[in-house]
C-alpha cells in the first residue's frame, strides 16, 4: 500500500522536476489522444513540438514564438503574483479585451494624424484599461468581500459583449462596407507595433514582456512586497501579524495582474491582429493561467513555460494544416498539461513510501 | 419597440426552460460545498455533459440516453477533480481551473461533427385537460419531464441534508473534516461521492441546454452558465430552497433580456447580453457580507496523515 507522507519542506528537486514529468506525460497522453483521432501519435508530437523549432520552414515560426509567446507570458506574470498570494484572477481575458480596446481607441482617435506620441498613449491607455477592468473586482473584494474569482470571470463575458458593441459600433471602420471591426492599425503608422527588427516577431510587447519578467523577479527576491505576497500565500495569518497590509496587496495584485493583461491586449491589437473585431481575443487570458502554473509560479519558469505553450499553439497549427489535427486537440493537450502538473505536484509536497502504516 | 407582444404566461413558461440548467448545476455544486469542496470546474462539466448527452441523443435517437450519457459524462471529468484534490492533494482552485479548461477543448473536440445538427426532441408531458387549462396549464404542466427532474432534485438535496443521517454526515465533512475523521467518517471517500454527484448533476445541466433550452450544439455554448451557477449557490447561502428562488431569478433576467432584444428595445443588444452577468454581480456583491453560512473547512484540503 502506498502512503504520502508530507515533507516538512517542499522539495526543490521535485518542484523543478515536476514541469518536465508533466510535459513528457502530457506527450504520452496527447499521443494515445491523437492516436485515437486516428493520426501517427509520434508524427504528431513530433510536428508539434520540432517542427516550429528546427523544421524546414523553422525560420518562418521561431519568430512567431515570441509573438505568441510574449502575451502569455505578460498576462502568467501578472496572474502568478495574485496566485502566489492567494488572490484569483481569473479574468485576465477580459482584462485584455478591455485594455485593447482602450488602447485601440486612444489610437484610432487620433487618425490620420501621425506623431511621436501616440504610441506611448496607446500603450498607458492599454495598461490603465485592463488596470481598471481588473479594479472592480479588487474593489468589490476589499470593500464588501465579494468572491474576486467569480466577479473577475463574469467581467470576460462583460468584456466579450463590449467588444462586440465597440467593433460593431463606436470604433467600426467608417471605410470597412459595414464590416464590423476597426480601422487596420498594422496600415497606421503612429498606431503600429511594428517589429523593432523587421521579421523578428519581436515587437514592443516582447520588451514589455521581458521587462515584466525582471521586474517580478526582482519584486519577489528583493522587495518588502515580494516577502508580503509571499507570506501571505504561506502563511495568511503569520502575514497579519507581521503587518501585512490585505487590502493594499489585493488592490496591488489584481491591479497589476489587470495592468499587464491590458498591456497584452494593446500590444496584440495595435501589433500581430492590428484591429479590433468580435473575436479578436483567442483565450490567452485563461492560457496564461497554465503558463503560470507550468512556471511554478516563478518569473523565469513563467517565461519558460510561456515559449512551451507558444510552441504548442505554433505546432498545433502547423499539425492543424498538415496532418488536419482539429484545432481542439491542442486546447485538450494544454488543459491535459495542468492536469499532469497539479497530479505531480504531490512529489513536491509529500514522500511517497511504501508499506502498511505505523501506528504512532 | 413593441412590448405588447411578450406575453406574461409564455414568458414565466421559458423562464422555468432558462432556469432549470442552472438548478441541475448549482444544485450539484451545493452539495460538493456542503462536503468543503470547493469545485470551480462547473462550467468545464457542463459543456462535457452538453456535447455527450448531445451526441448520444443524435446516435440513438433517445433524448434519454443523452440524458444518462451526460451525466455519467459530468461525473467522469469530476473524477480527475477527485483524484487531483482528494489524493494528490492539488490545489482545488487550480483544480477546477483545469477542468474548466479541460472540458471546453475537449467539448469542442468531440462535439466537431455535430454542429449544425437537430437533436431528437424530448416528449412534453402532455396531461390532457391540465395543461390545457388557461394561465396555469403552460407554467405547471407543460414543460418536458427533465423540468420537473430537476425540481425533485431540489427537494431531495434539501430533504436529504436536512432530515438524513447521509445529509448530517455530508455536513460534518464539510464543517470540520479533522473532527469528522476523528468520529471515523471517511472524510475523502464521502467527498468523492459528492464530486460525482456535483459532476453528474453539472452534465445534466449542460445536456439540458444542448437538448431542449437551444436544441443544437454549438461550441462554448454554456456560455459561463456554470460560472453562474457558482454564484447562485453563494446566493442561496448553501440552502437548496433559495437555489431554487435564485436560478428563477436568474432564468427570469435571461428571459426578460431575450424578449426585450425581440422587442427592439432601443438599448443595443451587447448591452442587453451582458446584463444576465451584470445582475449576478451585483447580487454576489449584495450577499457577500454574510459568509456565515458557508461550510467552514470549503476549499481546504484534507490529509489523514498530519
Not at chain 1, 519558460?304 to 498538415?322: E, V
Not at chain 2, 408531458?125 to 404542466?141: A, K, N, Q, R, Y
Request: include cysteine; aromatic fraction near 10%.
Amino acid at each position: 500500500m502506498i502512503r504520502l507522507e508530507k515533507r516538512p519542506q517542499p522539495s526543490r528537486a521535485w518542484s523543478l522536476a515536476t514541469p518536465l514529468l508533466a510535459v513528457l506525460a502530457t506527450m504520452i497522453a496527447g499521443g494515445l489522444l491523437f492516436a485515437a483521432l486516428g493520426k501517427d501519435p509520434v508524427e504528431a508530437i513530433r510536428t508539434i513540438f520540432w517542427e516550429p523549432l528546427f523544421g524546414e520552414f523553422a525560420f518562418y515560426y521561431r519568430p512567431q514564438l515570441l509573438v505568441k509567446g510574449a502575451p502569455l507570458v505578460l498576462i502568467a506574470i501578472g496572474l502568478s503574483l495574485g496566485f502566489k498570494a492567494g488572490i484569483w484572477n481569473i479574468g485576465a481575458e477580459g482584462q485584455y479585451i478591455i485594455g485593447a480596446l482602450f488602447g485601440a481607441g486612444v489610437g484610432l482617435a487620433f487618425y490620420p494624424a501621425e506623431a511621436w506620441y501616440i504610441f506611448p498613449l496607446m500603450v498607458i491607455a492599454g495598461g490603465l484599461g485592463g488596470w481598471i477592468w481588473a479594479m472592480i473586482p479588487a474593489f468589490l473584494k476589499v470593500r464588501f468581500g465579494t468572491n474576486e474569482i467569480l466577479v473577475s470571470l463574469m467581467l470576460v463575458y462583460v468584456a466579450e459583449q463590449f467588444l462586440a458593441s465597440m467593433s460593431l459600433g463606436l470604433l467600426k471602420n467608417p471605410e470597412g462596407h459595414g464590416f464590423p471591426g476597426s480601422r487596420n492599425l498594422q496600415q497606421y503608422d503612429s498606431a503600429h507595433n511594428a517589429d523593432l527588427i523587421a521579421g523578428s516577431g519581436m515587437h514592443w510587447g516582447v520588451v514589455a514582456a521581458l521587462i515584466a519578467v525582471i521586474f517580478a523577479y526582482v519584486l519577489l527576491n528583493r522587495h518588502i512586497t515580494g516577502y508580503h505576497i509571499r507570506l501571505t500565500g504561506e502563511a495568511p495569518r503569520a502575514a497579519r501579524f507581521a503587518g501585512v497590509n490585505p487590502t493594499r496587496l489585493i488592490l496591488f495584485c489584481l491591479g497589476t495582474s489587470g495592468m499587464l493583461a491590458g498591456l497584452a491586449g494593446m500590444f496584440e491589437v495595435s501589433g500581430p491582429s492590428g484591429q479590433v473585431s468580435i473575436d479578436f481575443n483567442v483565450g490567452y487570458g485563461f492560457t496564461a493561467i497554465i503558463v503560470a502554473f507550468l512556471g511554478r509560479l516563478h518569473p523565469v519558469g513563467i517565461l519558460l513555460a510561456g515559449g512551451l505553450m507558444a510552441l504548442t499553439y505554433i505546432g498545433g497549427d502547423i499539425a492543424q494544416s498538415n496532418l488536419q489535427l482539429p484545432s481542439a486537440a491542442i486546447q485538450v493537450f494544454q488543459g491535459m498539461l495542468l492536469f499532469f502538473l497539479l497530479a505531480f505536484d504531490l512529489l513536491t509536497n509529500f514522500r511517497l513510501s511504501l508499506g502498511k502504516p505505523e501506528v504512532a | 419597440m413593441d412590448l405588447s407582444a411578450i406575453n406574461p404566461v409564455l414568458l414565466i413558461a421559458s423562464l422555468m426552460v432558462a432556469a432549470t440548467p442552472l438548478l441541475f448545476a448549482a444544485i450539484g455544486e451545493l452539495v460538493v460545498e456542503k462536503s468543503g469542496v470547493l469545485n470551480l470546474g462547473v462550467e468545464g462539466m457542463m459543456i462535457i455533459g452538453a456535447v455527450a448527452g448531445f451526441a448520444t441523443a443524435v446516435e440513438t435517437g433517445s433524448p434519454l440516453l443523452g440524458f444518462v450519457a451526460a451525466a455519467g459524462a459530468g461525473a467522469t471529468l469530476s473524477v480527475l477533480f477527485a483524484i487531483l484534490t482528494q489524493y494528490a492533494q492539488a490545489n482545488q482552485v487550480a483544480s477546477g481551473l483545469s477542468l474548466t479548461l479541460f472540458g471546453l477543448g475537449m467539448s469542442a473536440l468531440l462535439g466537431q461533427s455535430y454542429v449544425g445538427i437537430k437533436p431528437p426532441q424530448m416528449q412534453k408531458i402532455d396531461l390532457p385537460l391540465l395543461s390545457d387549462l388557461p394561465v396555469v396549464g403552460p407554467i405547471l404542466f407543460g414543460h418536458d419531464p427533465m423540468l420537473y427532474v430537476a425540481i425533485a432534485l431540489i427537494v431531495a438535496v434539501w430533504a436529504v441534508i436536512k432530515f438524513s443521517r447521509i445529509g448530517l454526515v455530508l455536513r460534518a465533512v464539510g464543517e470540520n473534516h479533522d473532527a469528522a475523521h476523528a468520529l471515523g467518517y471517511k472524510v475523502v471517500r464521502i467527498r468523492i461521492m459528492a464530486i460525482l454527484f456535483g459532476g453528474a448533476c453539472a452534465g445534466l445541466g449542460g445536456a439540458y441546454i444542448s437538448l431542449i433550452r437551444v436544441p443544437q450544439w454549438t461550441e462554448g455554448m454554456t456560455a459561463g452558465i456554470g460560472w453562474i451557477a457558482l454564484a447562485l449557490v453563494v446566493f442561496a447561502s448553501w440552502k437548496p430552497w433559495r437555489v431554487l428562488l435564485g436560478a428563477y431569478l436568474f432564468g427570469g433576467v435571461t428571459v426578460v433580456q431575450l424578449n426585450l432584444q425581440a422587442a427592439g428595445v432601443a438599448i443595443p443588444v451587447e448591452y442587453l447580453a451582458m446584463s444576465p452577468y451584470l445582475i449576478t454581480i451585483l447580487v454576489l456583491v449584495i450577499l457577500s457580507a454574510d459568509k456565515s453560512s458557508a461550510p467552514a473547512a470549503l476549499g481546504r484540503n484534507f490529509h489523514a496523515a498530519r
